[in-house]
Structures are given as structure tokens and as C-alpha cells.
């Protein structure tokens, strides 16, 4: 019984301190907590490395590929500050930094929009304290490791093909395809005016997770009840409202 107190207690911990150098939520709902405590009680991770292999595991598996890549630079920022600070085991590190850096090249490389700007967690020295891992850019040709390179490493092997299903990702064929460019309409909800959207498929679920409160402020866009207002118009996403203004702010 104490036992598992102390590992929720350091599930608890950890994911206070990923708030605190990302700002965001995983959107797992419990799940992370759920695969760490699978790995402790079957494979016998420590809960440290644990919560970070499931982490890991919840990102690769992610079926929002924008989403992906902003969880991917949230384990780089993640580990910059609290790699040193939480007895994370050094091959876990380095994993984590390997999947995290090669998810970041394959969101530049399939042309996200803006991706060149989505590092939302830039470092000024990134990965000084692991020269053995390369930082992702498009002419390293990072790749994911292997199955069998999962197996071989701990404690990630829990990244393996045994334990993937520990945290059911949606069906995504096109997961690495580049997303598809499309133009749609959508009705401002206060004028009456309609919009079109020359967009791209960015894959953010409608929770409010795209983007934050610093890029509402950038871009002027207040709220209005449960309402999102840029300039005259209203929208009832924040994601829309979002789209609108960088769309008005380039004509300018």
C-alpha cells in the first residue's frame, strides 16, 4: 500500500513539474498515470522512468500529427530543465531526446504550417549535457529506432510492440503524410459574414489545446462569454478565430 502511495506521489510530482516547463496539458486524461503504474508493477520500471516511457509512449502514438509535434518539443523543453534535477536513468533520456528530436523533423520535413516556428520551446543549448544525441533538423535524417532496438534498450523497451497497445491510439494511415491543403467557409457567428479558410489539415482536436493564451494576446484576439472575438467578428473556436487573424494580419 505505501508502495504504490510513493509512485502515485512521483506520478503526481513529475507531471507538476511537465506543467511547469511546458504549460501543457497532454491531453491523456489519467492514461499517462495508468501505462507509468503498468510498467512499475509488470516490467518493474522505476516510477521516474516509468511516467517518462509512458509519456514517450503517448506521444508517438498521438493520432494528431500537429499535436504530436508540440508534445515532441514539450519533452525536449521537459528534459532541458528537469533532466539533472528527477533520477531520470541516462538511456531514458537519451531515448526520449531520439524520439522527441525525430518526431520535430518529420512535423518540418511534412510541411506543417509554419512548422519552421513551432519549436514553442526553443533552447539555447540544447542537448549540451547529451552531445551523443543529434538535435533535429532536416538534413540529420533522424529516424525512429527499430523494434528491436526498443527491445534491446531500458527502460524504454516498453515502447515495443508488446506493451504499444498499453495506451490505444485512434487508426491514422496517413499519420506521416503530408497534410493536405483545402479551403473552407465558416460563418462569423456575429455578422452573419462567411469566411473562407485557405488552411491546412493541422490535426489539433477541438479542446482548446491550439494555441495557447500567449498566441491569443499576440494576434489581439479576446473573449466574449464562450465566444473568441478578433476585430468585428465572433467565433465560437479559438482555433478559428486563431486562423482568421494570421490570415488578416498577412494582408496588412
Known amino acids: 500500500m505505501l508502495g504504490w502511495i510513493k509512485e502515485k506521489t512521483t506520478f503526481a510530482k513529475i507531471a ?25 508493477k509488470n516490467h518493474f520500471f522505476r516510477a521516474e522512468d516509468a511516467w517518462l516511457t509512458a509519456l514517450v509512449n503517448w506521444t508517438f502514438n498521438s493520432p ?16 532541458d530543465i528537469y533532466e539533472f534535477i528527477i533520477p531520470f536513468d541516462p538511456e531514458a ?3 526520449s531526446r531520439k524520439v522527441a528530436n525525430s518526431i520535430i523533423q518529420d512535423g518540418v520535413l511534412s510541411g506543417y504550417p509554419d512548422s519552421d516556428d513551432k519549436n514553442y520551446f526553443p533552447s539555447t543549448d540544447a542537448n549540451q549535457h547529451n552531445p551523443s544525441v543529434k538535435s533535429a533538423n532536416p538534413g540529420e535524417g533522424l529516424s525512429l529506432p527499430s523494434d528491436r532496438e526498443w527491445s534491446d ?9 508488446e506493451i504499444h497497445a498499453g495506451i490505444p491510439a485512434k487508426a491514422n494511415p496517413a499519420r506521416s503524410a503530408a497534410p493536405k491543403a483545402f479551403s473552407e467557409f465558416k460563418r462569423c457567428c456575429h455578422c452573419g459574414e ?34 473568441y472575438k478578433f476585430l468585428d467578428h465572433y467565433f465560437s473556436k479559438r482555433v478559428d478565430a486563431i486562423k482568421f487573424a494570421k490570415m488578416k494580419l498577412k494582408d496588412i
Open 64 to 79: 494528431y500529427p500537429e499535436f504530436r509535434f508540440l508534445l515532441a518539443n514539450g519533452i525536449i523543453r521537459f528534459l
Open 16 to 40: 507538476g513539474q511537465w506543467y511547469d516547463a511546458t504549460n501543457m496539458n497532454p491531453g491523456d486524461n489519467g492514461q499517462i498515470s495508468v501505462f507509468a503504474s503498468t510498467l512499475v
Open 194 to 227: 462567411e469566411i473562407k479558410f485557405e488552411a491546412e489539415i493541422c490535426g489539433y482536436p477541438d479542446c482548446g489545446l491550439d494555441p495557447d493564451k500567449e498566441t491569443m494576446e499576440t494576434y489581439g484576439i479576446t473573449t466574449d462569454g464562450e465566444r
Open 153 to 161: 534498450r531500458k527502460p524504454l523497451a516498453g515502447l515495443g510492440k
Open 93 to 95: 533520456k537519451a531515448t
